[in-house]
């Protein structure tokens, strides 16, 4: 299981910084990584990189895309996916700032019809990153 901290990228960061994730990835990376003697330069990092998600507005679109599939659940905040003739599991997470996905592989399911964001996923342990619209081309 992987953990993906996915965040809604500005409009105009995500225009400079298509080509180049990595860069991007290693700005998230330090934001993640900073202690609490930097949290004042990381939030205003964050603030310059991404863009705050509606929480309640968030919450019930995923649930509206998936409300008559079977293999969905949802409450207060968390989404899961569970698939198990596919071997498919995806838990989100909804916070404010970004939300946190585990899931055993990268298709992230709840999220594939998800529009109107350009998200970008961050798992940092395994240093892997990537847009999520990519993966579903």
Known sequence: MRTYYIFNVNKEMSILTKDSPYMLFKSFESIYLADRNDLGMASTL???????????????????????NQHY???KDHHNYYN????????IIVKNSYLVCNSNNTKLELLKKLTGFNLFACDFENKDYFWLDEIYC
Do not use: H
Not at 50 to 57: E, H, L, Q, T, V
């Open 84 to 91: 198990k003739y596919k071997d498919e599991t995806c838990n």
């Open 46 to 68: 964050y603030e310059q990189l991404a863009a705050k998600f509606n929480k309640a507005m968030l919450n019930q679109k995923i649930t509206e895309e998936y409300k008559g």
């Open 73 to 75: 659940m949802y409450t």
